[in-house]
């Protein structure tokens, strides 16, 4: 436990009793109803200026853009825009809350697969700026048509699937097989067509191929790959000023484990596109920016033991905390008794994939301990469901080290209430 909590910097053990930022956990949680979520502002600054930093000590130009669909709490979207972060946004409702947070829209960029007509006129209304991730024609043709009808230019970046090698196509998680990005050949006849029109402006090339990336081979091979796409499309006269890497990169905690330098990651930006210095770097992160600034607080409701595996099941479930693929909660004790036998942690709910962590935890549980779930921020509340649960409310770390509630909890009565509209 000691190595887990080593690569966050605002955890440690005083006493057996969890500490964070050295006030202890137990104090600051101490009239408050689990389950809840914890954000901490100050980490998630800490990781946007860790990255700004080690970009800017090598890239002459770079810009960054939060993605939003990883958490768009409102308390993050406006820490974002105070920081100066742009946003990567994918739907109407994430554009409302752009616009709800007050964020200038020259500083936000659409993706999506198929963004409709309403999304793109709303975007492009708001956007004097607009720069469009795009991967299909018919796209292409329908923002052509609302740029002409509201004489605007707006930029695009195709979203383009590149060529890796086998091993580490496998190893991606958006693959060639995925529905998103297009071949980077036929990606070609999107840019022509931008080009040939009086009101696309085809500014970029964009890739977004994995999450939780932490390897600076992966990064080489891709960035080989994007040089050398770049000089094919200077071949047929299209000229790539922008390259937007998309997200994927993991939290802080892992690149640590992991041996991954933020600083060496710009050096290999600039040495591998080093042909071609004038060009503008974007970035998308979502998890590195936000999984480490969220906690779970929960608490153990029940134990037991089964065919000689023994399990704890905790107030918080898999409907907050989402199973993915890419999934990387950790759990310890808010107050640690000594080791214990290895326990393997489940959620209240009915369902065999509410299962917390991946590997069993082996401190000593027992009912009514309060538990922390780490690196928790990223794709649990975007993705929450009210199965059979409301979801729980979300508190802030403030600057005076008090909790603040910034997200009420789903209110119960509502949920069944939501279920039985205009029936009687
Ligand atoms: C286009 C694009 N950019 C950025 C992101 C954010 O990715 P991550 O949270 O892994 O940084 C995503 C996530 O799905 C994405 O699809």
């Not at 002459?60 to 990567?88: H, M, R, S, T, W």
């Not at 094919?232 to 922008?242: A, H, N, P, T, V």
Request: hydrophobic content about 40%; overall charge positive; proline content about 4%.
């Amino acid at each position: 436990m000691k190595n887990l909590i080593s690569s966050f910097s605002y955890l440690d053990y005083k006493d057996n009793l969890l500490n964070l930022d050295n006030i202890p956990v137990n104090d600051l949680v101490k009239n408050i109803e689990t389950p809840f979520f914890l954000y901490l502002p100050q980490r998630f600054k800490q990781n946007y200026l860790a990255l700004k930093n080690s970009l800017s000590k090598r890239l002459p130009k770079f810009q960054i853009f939060y993605a939003v669909k990883a958490n768009y709490l409102g308390k993050i979207l406006l820490d974002a825009k105070k920081l100066g972060l742009g946003l990567e946004i994918m739907s109407l409702f994430e554009i409302l809350l752009a616009r709800r947070a007050k964020y200038s829209f020259n500083n936000i960029i659409f993706n999506g697969p198929a963004k409709t007509e309403l999304e793109l006129t709303t975007y492009l209304k708001e956007n004097s700026n607009a720069r469009i991730n795009v991967e299909s024609l018919n796209e292409l043709v329908l923002i052509e048509r609302i740029a002409k009808k509201m004489e605007i230019k707006p930029k695009v970046t195709v979203r383009i699937h590149p060529n890796l090698s086998k091993e580490t196509e496998k190893r991606m998680l958006i693959k060639k097989s995925s529905k998103l990005g297009i071949d980077y050949e036929r990606a070609k006849k999107l840019f022509s067509f931008a080009k040939d029109s009086d009101f696309l402006e085809p500014v970029g090339v964009h890739v977004h191929v994995g999450t939780n990336l932490s390897s600076h081979e992966f990064f080489n091979e891709l960035f080989d790959f994007m040089n050398s796409y770049i000089e094919s499309l200077r071949k047929i006269d299209i000229q790539i000023k922008e390259v937007n890497l998309g997200g994927g990169l993991a939290p802080p905690n892992v690149l640590i484990r992991e041996n991954f330098s933020l600083y060496r990651f710009a050096e290999q930006i600039v040495t591998k596109f080093e042909n071609y210095k004038d060009l503008l770097f974007l970035f998308e992160p979502g998890r590195y920016l936000i999984a480490d600034s969220f906690i779970a607080l929960t608490k153990i409701l029940q134990t037991k033991k089964s065919w000689g595996r023994k399990w704890a099941f905790v107030d918080i479930g898999a409907n907050s905390l989402v199973p993915l693929r890419y999934s990387i909660y950790s759990v310890i004790p808010l107050f640690f008794k000594g080791k214990g036998q290895y326990c393997n942690l489940g959620g209240p709910l009915c369902l065999p994939v509410d299962i917390i962590t991946k590997e069993a935890v082996d401190f000593m549980v027992e009912n009514d301990d309060l538990l922390a779930v780490l690196n928790c921020g990223a794709y649990t509340l975007s993705m929450s469901e009210q199965f059979g649960y409301p979801r729980p409310p979300v508190y802030e770390l403030n600057e005076k080290g008090k909790l603040k509630l910034i997200k009420p909890s789903d209110d119960i009565e509502r949920m069944v209430e939501e279920n039985f509209s205009n029936l009687e």
